[in-house]
């Protein structure tokens, strides 16, 4: 049974760029939340996603999006990268429904220079 | 916004002791739940509690959902290496998925 997984594992990007992130929810699971966690701090919660739309979003500005495919798999784009965007990025599936069971991905190491 | 506190920030215990770490916040949560998060990897989820009083065990783990639902606690016995790493609690609103994280709590395990 394939956990949550996301790509790329780490990734470089200078000021001003734009990144787009991946997961793979766990099989069975139909919902996508992603969170932001600095280093030394806790997930901070960005947005979730299912079917397909975003349903619910923290307090981060528009130059964060997402997508959801029909196939439950989801990205983050990040556009005009801050130095302050750097920090691991993580996916986190769930069931609609039971969406207080949250399991993570390894996340992303978002590096900005 | 909401706020978790998480305490302590940092433990340093000898193998083989008990460890207490508990969380408290401004607001109701329906769901409380830990997680440990080991160097470079997602937090994997320990134990969830969904009713307010409920005592939850998972092996060495014990954890409380409190009375007024604005606090949890984590208990772990009978301390192993392996146990390091940094412990978040996070709780869910009534309304909505969002969960909301505390700070952690760093444990250092002596041998």
């Known amino acids: 049974d394939a956990g949550v997984t996301q790509s790329p594992t780490h990734l470089i990007k200078t000021r001003g760029q734009q990144v787009t992130l991946r997961c793979s929810p766990k099989?069975?699971?139909?919902?996508v939340s992603w969170y932001q966690q600095a280093l030394g701090q806790g997930p901070q919660f960005i947005f979730q996603?299912?079917?397909?739309?975003?349903?619910q979003r923290g307090n981060f500005p528009d130059r964060f999006s997402g997508h959801q495919f029909p196939n439950y798999s989801s990205e983050l784009n990040v556009n005009a990268l801050l130095l302050g965007d750097s920090a691991l990025y993580l996916c986190?599936?769930?069931?609609?429904?039971?969406?207080?069971?949250?399991?993570f991905g390894p996340g992303t190491r978002l590096t900005v220079t | 916004g909401q706020q978790l506190n998480q305490s302590p920030q940092s433990m340093f215990i000898q193998e083989g002791e008990d460890v207490s770490m508990n969380c408290t916040s401004s607001s109701i949560f329906n769901t409380w739940l830990w997680y440990k998060q080991d160097p470079g990897e997602g937090p994997v989820l320990l134990i969830a509690l969904y009713k307010a009083g409920e005592l939850t065990s998972n092996g060495r783990l014990t954890a409380q959902f409190g009375i007024t639902r604005k606090d949890s606690f984590l208990n772990i016995s009978a301390s192993i290496p392996s146990d390091v790493g940094i412990y978040f609690c996070?709780?869910?609103?009534?309304?909505?998925?969002?969960?909301?994280f505390g700070e952690g709590t760093q444990l250092t395990v002596n041998p």
């Open positions: 996070a709780g869910k609103e009534t309304s909505g998925s969002r969960l909301t």
């Open positions: 986190a599936s769930s069931l609609w429904g039971a969406d207080y069971e949250q399991y």
């Open positions: 099989s069975g699971h139909d919902t």
């Open positions: 996603y299912y079917e397909e739309e975003e349903r």
